[in-house]
């Protein structure tokens, strides 16, 4: 990201802009935060990772390309997706600021680092994994194609990488705020600087020299909010929908392990879900 960034501005919140910019690709907060501003934020503030819940779909797609092998876990928390890796016959790292939760994936057999990601990859310069999976970061760091082209550096050949990330300004979302008249509620200042759609994860993971191989969305909450139900203002209909979703998936895995990975990835095509999972692989175009 840099002062050459330029494109529509879609909102101004706190004396920044939210612009999908032409320069990079996607859409980003715009002047960036200071180092020292995001340092502060995130000391006070931010105090743990977002779990992913798709543990079981990451597992049963990773085994179209490889049935096991290495994989690192970047900000693993409580280490409860490597738990499927590792019953599968992964070796598996993690990373994991949280003392709490580093202490608990550890106390799984999980080999867990309680340092920050520039920390261990100085650390560990040349070791390589046929996995990585990131959940839930591009959204929070300044500069996410650096970020992305450190971790294709430590990727074994023809690795994987995973993101997991929300799904911003996506169809479901951008038809309630107009339905209702109102300003994009999922923008966050200064804790998510980048907000990601279809388009612009694949124009990223592009420009880092990756190449898309499958996709994913997660179930779209947003459904709910435009069927009546409002859980964003009231949090415990919110948790009553997660539960209802969280049953269904359930019930799917259990009929057929296979089905809810179809579903979710007819709905990546459409741009449609609450969140995205798309499994990359370093691009052989040059």
Not at 110 to 129: G, H, M, T
Not at 274 to 279: A, D
């Amino acid at each position: 990201m840099s002062t050459d960034c330029h494109g529509d501005v879609l909102l101004t919140k706190e004396g920044h802009q939210i612009i999908n910019c032409e320069r990079c690709g996607y859409i980003h907060v715009f002047p960036l935060y200071s180092e020292e501003e995001l340092e502060i934020f995130y000391e006070n503030v931010y105090a743990e990772s977002t779990p992913s819940y798709l543990w079981h779909e990451k597992v049963y797609n990773i085994r179209k390309w490889k049935k096991n092998g290495t994989i690192l876990d970047i900000g693993c928390w409580e280490g409860n997706q490597l738990e499927f890796f590792q019953k599968d016959g992964w070796q598996c790292v993690g990373i994991e600021l949280n003392k709490k939760a580093a202490t608990i994936a550890a106390s799984k057999g999980i080999e867990v680092y309680q340092i920050s990601i520039r920390q261990f990859f100085d650390k560990f310069p040349q070791r390589k994994w046929d996995v990585i999976n990131a959940a839930y970061i591009l959204e929070h760091i300044p500069d996410p194609v650096g970020f992305l082209v450190r971790l294709k550096n430590n990727l074994e050949p023809k690795g994987i990488i995973i993101v997991e990330l929300p799904n911003e300004f996506n169809p479901f979302q951008l038809a309630y705020i107009k339905e209702y008249k109102l300003l994009p509620y999922w923008i966050a200042l200064p804790d998510h600087l980048n907000y990601f759609d279809k388009r612009g994860i694949e124009n990223l993971l592009q420009r880092a020299g990756f190449e898309v191989i499958h996709g994913e969305t997660s179930f779209p909450m947003e459904m709910f909010l435009l069927m009546g139900d409002n859980y964003l203002q009231d949090r415990s209909l919110g948790k009553h929908c997660f539960g209802k979703v969280v049953e269904m998936e359930r019930i799917l895995r259990q009929y057929d392990p296979g089905l809810l990975s179809e579903l979710y990835a007819s709905l990546y095509r459409c741009g449609i879900g609450r969140s995205m999972v798309i499994y990359a692989q370093v691009s052989d175009r040059r």
